[in-house]
Each structure stands twice: as structure tokens, then as C-alpha cells.
């Protein structure tokens, strides 16, 4: 039987934008109990666990950042600055050479040499919190953190940091579709970078130090290494994939604990269950909703024909809450053994380059703000990000927590 093409089948609606959180999920539940697949505004998206992965781990789907000029009506930047390759961009050979050639500077090992600080960062921004135990948590706490770990990362000096802020600020411009407006702040917080970003790899080059960029220079496979243009164009997609991602996840993370007030308690009890609570915090209210990718030719799969072109968003929302492929999907609990992995890192050749690095800086700040933060509520509603923003969390999370009970040592809740 010959592939029907994508645009002849009858399909669910599913339109997230302007929806509130639970609306949102509810769509995409909808949509997915009548059919694997869904009409989009953009194309077309797939929103259970085995579709996400299949269509993410086929190499004839390619990332859709590269249309990104002309999703946002500006085609004729296609071939300019903005098209820059970038790793989340690129393909085929080009990419898993770059990923095999950096893949042993983004291990667990290396980001397990941040962890000490990560404590200090999380430490110093409790403490400057007033003594009344109130905070807007988004400004105060996950807004600043990830900046001064990508900067240790990179082997960036603390007086810079504000420096990468700024750029992190103007690059992450490029989202916000008003593209030819933002255009000259982008282009100028990039160029800033890269030639930050060159001094420091010359620097390197001749005193190297424990840091990303050392390890890269170091990095030689048979000959084989990366220019100094490839690892200027690393360090930006570090501080563009690395920042804004971890804010949004601690700040989701921190919102569905502030609703779960036990599980917070055992937290504090129970540090050691920091990875398992980042992982159900990743599932459950992922910072990263889904990610878009195109056919590069016509693609048959599972008996629909996706001509060239056709835009497939993967709803990784979606996926964490397949019930196929969860018991109680809806339920946020940091205790159950999940035998499944949450999907807000991606899947195939472009899977989170820092997953390992986002994992260790979660897992070091949520324990923590549990021990300093006795007590969490909310003081007022969450203000959530559009649900269309790719990068999404809450813009502001007001909250209170018992000051008096900070300093002391946690005790074992009585019940669950
Ligand atoms: C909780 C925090 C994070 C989340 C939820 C997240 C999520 C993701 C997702 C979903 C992708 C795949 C995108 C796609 O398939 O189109 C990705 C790629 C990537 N991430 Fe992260 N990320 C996080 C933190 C980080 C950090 C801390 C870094 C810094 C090292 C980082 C660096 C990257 C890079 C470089 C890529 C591109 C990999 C490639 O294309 O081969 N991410 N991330």
C-alpha cells in the first residue's frame, strides 16, 4: 500500500499557544488519544514517547534552527550572520565529528569539577536574601546562577561574568521574533563574544588550565582537531544552550515544589534523593517543551509521507506524560523508580551536549534551597513564559520560607 502523504489524513488540532500550563498539557492529551499525530500552526507534531524518539533519532528529520530565518519571515538572513552553523544546526558527518571531538569534555567527571562552585553560587545568592525569607525566586536565585557556572566552565574571570550576561541577553534576542529589530544587538553581542572568545583560546594555548576550553585545544583523535572557529562558535552554543535552560528548569523545578510541599520536606530530609527529584522535576514540568525538526527529503513513516520540507515538532511535554510509556504520568513524586527516561534532554545526534553538566548544577542547587528554604509557599501566583517559547518556565515565581528554621538540621517528616 502506497504512503499516504501527511496533509490527506484527518487529524487533531493542537495548538498550544496562548494556553495556560494545564491547559496546555490537557491539549496535547487530547490530541494524542485520538492519533499519533497532530496539526500544528508550523507543520505538524508527534506526542507520544515512541514517535518523539523514532522521529528524533532519524537522521532524514533535520533541526529546524537552520530555518529559523524563515520561520521568522526574513529569509534573506538565510545566508547571513544569524545562519551561522552552529552544533545544534548542523548534520550528518559535519556534526558527529564535532561531537565525537568534544564529547569527552562535557562527561560527567568534568562537570562533577564544578559542583564545589555550584554550592558556593547557590549559597552566596541565598544569602543575600532579605531576612524576612521573601523573594521574587526567578530574579533572586535563577536568573544569576547559570552565568557564573558557564563562565568557570569556559575558565572566564568573575569580573567578566557580567560581561556574558549581557551577551547571553542579546543572543538569546534571536527567539523572540522580532528578528530585524534584534538583528544589530545579535550580531554585535556575538562578535563581542567570539573575539572574547579568541583571546582566551591563545591564551590557553600557550597556559593551559583546568577549564572547557584547555580541554578542547587538548583534544586531538587521529589527527584530527577543532579550529579556533569551532570552538568560538562551542563556547556561544554553551552560553546559549547553557544558560537559559537550567534557569528555567530550577525555576519549574522550584514551582512544582512549592505546589508538592511534602516532597520538598523529604528533599530536606533526604538529599540523596537529588537526582531522582531532578530527573521527576525534568519529566514532569520540563523547561525544554519540545523541538522542531523538518524532512530533508520525502520521508515515509509509519505509512504517512512527510514531503520535503514538512516541519515535525516532537513534543517532548508530550512524551513525559505518555501513559504507554508511564505508570501514573500525572503524578509528581521524587520517590518513584521511574523505569523510563524522561525525554527533556532530547533524543539522537543533537541529545544534550551538557546534560551531564545541567544534572550536576540541579542536583547541587535543589537540595540546598531545600535545607535554606524550610517551609516554601508560594506568595502569590506563577507568572508562566508564553507556552510557545521554546526555552519556558516561569517568568516569576514570588515566595516565602521560614527563616527562623533555615540554619537548623533537617528532621524526617512523620508521614510519606
Ligand atoms: C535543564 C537544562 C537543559 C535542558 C532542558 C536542555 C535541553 C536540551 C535539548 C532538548 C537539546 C536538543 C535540542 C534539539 O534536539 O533540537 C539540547 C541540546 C544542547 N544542549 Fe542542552 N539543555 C540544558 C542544559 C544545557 C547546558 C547546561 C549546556 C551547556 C553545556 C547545554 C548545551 C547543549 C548543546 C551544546 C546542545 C546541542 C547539541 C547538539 O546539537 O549536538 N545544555 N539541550
Known amino acids: 500500500m502506497a504512503a499516504r502523504p501527511v496533509h490527506e489524513l484527518d487529524l487533531p488540532l493542537l495548538t498550544t499557544i496562548g494556553l495556560e500550563r494545564l491547559d496546555a498539557i490537557a491539549a496535547i492529551e487530547a490530541a494524542r488519544s485520538r492519533h499519533w499525530l497532530a496539526k500544528t500552526e508550523m507543520g505538524y507534531s508527534v506526542t507520544r514517547l515512541e514517535d518523539v524518539t523514532a522521529i528524533l533519532r532519524d537522521k532524514r528529520f533535520h533541526s529546524a534552527l537552520s530555518m529559523l530565518p524563515q520561520m521568522s519571515g526574513m529569509p534573506e538572513l538565510a545566508e547571513g550572520r544569524v545562519r551561522r552553523q552552529s552544533i545544534l544546526s548542523m548534520e550528518g558527518d559535519e ?53 557564573p557556572i558557564i563562565c568557570e566552565l569556559l575558565g572566564a574571570p568573575r569580573q567578566d561574568w557580567k560581561l556574558f550576561s549581557s551577551w547571553a541577553t542579546d543572543i538569546f534576542r534571536i527567539f523572540n521574533g522580532t528578528l530585524e529589530q534584534d538583528l544589530p544587538f545579535i550580531e554585535r553581542a556575538a562578535a563581542e563574544l567570539t573575539a572574547y572568545v579568541g583571546d582566551m583560546i591563545a591564551d590557553r594555548r600557550a597556559n593551559p588550565r583546568h577549564d572547557l576550553l584547555s580541554d578542547l585545544i587538548a583534544i586531538e583523535e587521529e589527527g584530527d582537531r577543532l579550529s579556533t572557529e569551532e570552538m568560538a562558535m562551542l563556547a556561544e552554543a554553551v ?29 530536606r530530609a533526604h538529599p540523596e534523593l537529588a537526582p531522582r527529584a531532578v530527573e521527576e522535576s525534568l519529566r514532569y514540568l520540563g523547561a525544554v517543551r519540545a523541538t522542531v525538526r523538518f ?122
Open 95 to 147: 556534526h558527529a565529528r564535532l561531537r565525537r571531538l568534544v564529547a569527552p569534555a562535557f562527561t560527567p567527571a568534568s562537570a562533577n569539577r564544578l559542583r564545589p562552585t555550584m554550592r558556593a553560587v547557590v549559597t552566596d545568592l541565598i544569602d543575600q536574601i532579605g531576612d524576612d525569607g521573601t523573594c521574587e525566586f526567578v530574579a533572586a536565585i535563577c536568573a544569576p546562577y547559570p552565568i
Open 239 to 267: 552560553l546559549m544552550a547553557g544558560t537559559d535552560t537550567t534557569r528555567n528548569q530550577l525555576a519549574c523545578a522550584v514551582a512544582l515544589f512549592a505546589e508538592h510541599p511534602a516532597q520538598w520536606d523529604l528533599l
Open 295 to 416: 524532512a530533508s527529503e520525502d520521508v515515509v513513516y509509519r505509512d504517512v509521507l512527510f514531503p520535503r520540507g514538512t516541519i515535525v515538532s516532537t513534543s517532548l511535554a508530550g512524551a513525559n506524560r505518555d501513559p504507554e510509556a508511564w505508570e501514573q504520568p500525572n503524578e509528581f513524586d521524587i520517590t518513584q523508580e521511574r523505569g523510563t527516561a524522561q525525554m527533556t534532554f532530547g533524543s539522537g545526534i543533537h541529545f544534550c551536549l551538557g546534560a551531564a553538566l545541567a544534572r550536576a548544577e540541579l542536583q547541587e542547587a535543589l537540595p540546598l534551597l531545600a535545607q535554606r528554604m524550610p517551609g516554601l509557599v508560594r506568595t502569590g501566583p506563577v507568572e508562566w513564559k508564553p507556552a510557545n517559547f521554546g526555552i519556558w518556565g516561569p517568568a516569576k515565581l514570588p515566595i516565602r520560607f521560614d527563616v527562623d528554621y533555615a540554619s537548623r538540621p533537617a528532621e524526617p517528616p512523620a508521614t510519606s
